[in-house]
């Protein structure tokens, strides 16, 4: 300190720096992080869905139902009566959208992205049961492998929607948005033998392109390709 009294104060900082700094444990920021994650998804899932709700009950075919449906059981009746005297008009309309929204809630299971969110479908709670996923995947596979590899047996009619899906290269949700009377055109046609479901989507891709040849924004773009195409770089010298 003699020979280098100018350093004494940083070395003084340094000390108490390392001394007083916080410690804090890396698992619990990772699990403060992991929920945090968690409540996000699980609020952003819900405003998805809540919105979902909110476009069928625009749409006149689920609207009807849902009114015939809350007519029947009374609910648009007591509504009213509740509401006179005693509610404006304005209350009473939300209060009967309320009722029909809630009558689509339990009749319709939207599935795909929109759909009601679950719990178990949080990052935390998939961290927590990956053990047992993987040990069911395992499971599963190896009874694949011994039934229909091994022993040769039939495809069921789940085992074929699993390996059209796979052919579609389609998340579960995304497969399980689809009508289910497109599934049973997929098991009419055989899609999980392999050359069935080639002939599948060529017909798809010719009927795209089809749609495309029709669709007039898709013709201004071949002809803007045509007479202007993409962006060139050049140089020009000054």
């Given at each position: 300190m003699?020979?280098?009294?100018?350093e004494y104060?940083?070395?003084y900082?340094?000390?108490?720096s390392?001394?007083l700094?916080?410690?804090?444990?890396v698992?619990?920021?990772?699990?403060v992080?992991?929920c945090?994650?968690?409540?996000?998804q699980?609020?952003s899932?819900?405003?998805?869905?809540d919105?979902a709700?909110?476009y069928?009950?625009t749409v006149?075919?689920?609207?009807?139902q849902a009114?015939?449906i809350?007519?029947q059981?009374?609910l648009?009746?007591?509504?009213k009566?509740k509401?006179?005297n005693k509610k404006?008009?304005?209350e009473?309309?939300?209060?009967?959208?309320?009722?029909?929204?809630?009558?689509?809630?339990?009749k319709i299971?939207?599935?795909?992205g929109?759909?009601?969110?679950q719990?178990?479908?949080?990052?935390?709670?998939?961290i927590?049961?990956?053990?047992f996923h993987l040990?069911?995947?395992?499971?599963?596979?190896?009874?694949?492998?011994?039934?229909?590899?091994?022993?040769g047996?039939?495809?069921?009619?789940e085992?074929r929607?699993?390996?059209?899906?796979?052919?579609?290269k389609?998340?579960?949700?995304?497969?399980?948005?689809?009508?289910?009377?497109?599934?049973?055109?997929?098991?009419k046609?055989?899609?999980?033998?392999?050359e069935?479901y080639?002939v599948y989507?060529?017909?798809?891709?010719e009927e795209?392109?089809?749609?495309?040849?029709?669709?007039?924004r898709?013709?201004?773009y071949?002809?803007?390709?045509?007479?202007?195409g993409?962006?060139?770089l050049?140089?020009?010298?000054?």
């Amino acid at each position: 300190m003699l020979d280098h009294p100018e350093e004494y104060y940083s070395h003084y900082y340094h000390y108490y720096s390392r001394r007083l700094a916080p410690k804090v444990d890396v698992r619990v920021v990772i699990l403060v992080s992991v929920c945090a994650i968690s409540v996000f998804q699980f609020f952003s899932w819900w405003n998805s869905y809540d919105k979902a709700i909110s476009y069928l009950a625009t749409v006149p075919k689920y609207r009807i139902q849902a009114m015939e449906i809350a007519k029947q059981q009374g609910l648009l009746r007591k509504a009213k009566e509740k509401g006179r005297n005693k509610k404006s008009k304005e209350e009473i309309r939300d209060e009967e959208e309320n009722i029909i929204k809630n009558i689509i809630k339990s009749k319709i299971d939207i599935k795909g992205g929109y759909q009601k969110p679950q719990i178990r479908d949080l990052l935390l709670f998939q961290i927590l049961l990956a053990p047992f996923h993987l040990c069911s995947y395992i499971v599963w596979y190896c009874r694949w492998i011994y039934n229909f590899n091994i022993k040769g047996k039939e495809y069921g009619e789940e085992e074929r929607l699993y390996i059209i899906r796979k052919s579609m290269k389609m998340s579960k949700s995304q497969f399980d948005s689809l009508e289910d009377h497109q599934k049973e055109t997929f098991l009419k046609r055989e899609l999980w033998i392999k050359e069935n479901y080639e002939v599948y989507k060529q017909e798809q891709e010719e009927e795209l392109k089809k749609k495309l040849a029709n669709d007039p924004r898709w013709k201004r773009y071949r002809r803007w390709m045509k007479n202007e195409g993409p962006g060139r770089l050049t140089f020009v010298d000054d």
